[in-house]
């Protein structure tokens, strides 16, 4: 199930008896190759959603292959310029963008924005015309669909991200001079593994998108279908086919009849390339169920609390003996630290290591760290077969005051 080169499993094996902390690993010769695949086509131009793992060798991969940047906060366009990455290859998304925030990036000199809200509009406009600068601006949308009909998205629940056509509707485009409205952002799916309903997500959408934007007056140039490509957490789940995306792609920007598709991925570009090592610290058997507490949980990797799904898990030895199920529990004081229940060698004990796939996306930035004030993991990286720690584990006092 896992993609853990042999080399990277025989350092690991190496390294890990001298360790008693949990800590990450990305495999940044395995994201290079991938990460360099999904840049040869010229369908659609691809930015990195900063969030998935803002850490500075990663991102000096995704600009190596050719990606453009999606920032969210001013911690994540700093950590990008700090790469020597220009300002005009950054994006801001994001629905809490403040005046203050606004004028921070526009000092840094990022000129392209996805906005949210009439607000955004015009506390954009505001500042680009007090520089006598023009913007590029997408206007994100937040679709429904009429009661009744068959619904791609499967619901309707209301999200801060961007607004209703309707609302956009009462903008005039010509009231905001300073901004070149370029386009539409759509995005409301998440971790989508099959291409074909993608394809048909994404096509169910044009339709709606282009009336609104002839409503608008708005001649649609760009569109941006955010991210949402899934990786497989799950045993027996199939990867998502890139090149299907892309021919699935290719359709959907001749029939919305734009000249630029844009995707900002996060999740599909690095989750593969990440593993969480973590130490076992006993088996235990409890109403005849096997238990596995382990030095880390929810406060280094808090993804399975939140979406009720597991990452995969081995164990980093190899063992010949049975399989057993167990349920995986970290130290926090919650039941709700729990990565889920998995089947594993029967004879794991304190000393041994687990190995959890697909950590290179929402791993160590999306979680809950300082709770009960554990250590925070070290960050490793393997680049041209060797292994080096770019980041230590950080005892409590480090943070606390
Ligand atoms: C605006 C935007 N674009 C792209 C992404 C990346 O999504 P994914 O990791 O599913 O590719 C996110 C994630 O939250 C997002 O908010």
Same mark, same amino acid.
């Given at each position: ?5 042999? %080399? ?13 902390? $949990? ?14 695949h999904?840049t ?8 990195? !959603? ?9 991102? @000096? ?42 004028? #921070? ?9 996805? !906005? ?7 506390? &954009? ?14 206007l ?9 009909? @068959?619904? %791609? &998205? ?16 009462q ?13 539409? #952002? ?11 309903k993608?394809?048909?997500l994404?096509?169910?959408?044009? $339709? ?14 760009? +569109? ?8 497989p =957490? ?9 090149d299907?995306v ?6 959907? @920007?001749?029939? !919305? ?21 973590n ?14 507490i +382990? ?25 010949d ?5 167990y #349920?995986?529990?970290?130290? &926090? ?8 229940? #998995?089947?594993? %060698? ?7 290591? &687990? ?5 290179g ?7 809950? %760290? ?6 925070? $993991?070290?960050?490793y ?8 720690c770019?980041?230590?584990?950080e005892?409590?006092?480090? =943070?606390?005051?």
């Amino acid at each position: 199930m896992t993609t853990l080169s042999t %080399p990277l499993r025989e350092q690991l094996t190496a390294l890990c008896p001298d360790l008693d902390i $949990p800590f990450f690993v990305y495999d940044l010769d395995a994201l290079s190759a991938h990460v360099n695949h999904l840049t040869t086509q010229n369908v659609v131009k691809l930015w990195y !959603a900063v969030k998935a793992n803002p850490l500075s060798s990663v991102l @000096k991969t995704l600009d190596t292959a050719g990606f453009n940047f999606d920032v969210a906060s001013r911690g994540e366009l700093t950590q990008v310029l700090a790469q020597d990455i220009a300002a005009e290859r950054v994006l801001n998304t994001g629905p809490a963008k403040s005046p203050a925030q606004i004028q #921070h990036f526009l000092d840094a000199g990022v000129t392209t924005f996805v !906005a949210e809200s009439l607000n955004q509009v015009r506390w &954009l406009n505001d500042a680009a015309q007090q520089r006598q600068q023009t913007l590029t601006v997408l206007l994100r949308v937040q679709l429904r669909w009429p009661a009744g009909d @068959k619904n %791609p &998205l499967g619901g309707d629940s209301l999200t801060p991200f961007g607004l209703g056509c309707e609302q956009w509707q009462q903008l005039t485009l010509r009231d905001y001079p300073a901004l070149d409205f370029a386009g539409l #952002h759509i995005f409301q799916w998440g971790n989508m593994l099959d291409a074909s309903k993608l394809a048909s997500l994404w096509q169910q959408m044009v $339709p709606p998108l282009t009336e609104l934007s002839q409503q608008l007056g708005m001649r649609l140039r760009i +569109l941006d279908l955010g991210g949402g490509l899934g990786v497989p =957490y799950e045993s027996g789940q199939q990867a998502l086919d890139w090149d299907q995306v892309i021919a699935s792609l290719a359709k959907i @920007k001749a029939e !919305a009849g734009v000249q630029e598709l844009w995707m900002e991925l996060g999740r599909y570009a690095v989750a593969q390339c990440g593993y969480y090592l973590n130490p076992v610290v006993e088996q235990k058997c409890n109403y005849d169920e096997h238990q596995l507490i +382990l030095a880390g949980g929810i406060n280094h990797l808090l993804r399975p609390a939140v979406t009720s799904q597991a990452f995969p898990v081995q164990a980093l030895r190899a063992s010949d003996t049975a399989q057993r199920q167990y #349920h995986l529990h970290g130290p &926090l004081c919650t039941a709700l630290d729990h990565l889920g229940s #998995h089947s594993l %060698p029967d004879d794991l004990a304190y000393g041994d290591w &687990l190995v959890f796939d697909q950590c290179g996306a929402y791993g160590f930035t999306e979680s809950m %760290p300082y709770f009960l004030c554990h250590e925070l $993991p070290a960050e490793y990286v393997f680049t041209q077969g060797q292994l080096y720690c770019i980041r230590h584990s950080e005892t409590a006092d480090y =943070y606390l005051r």
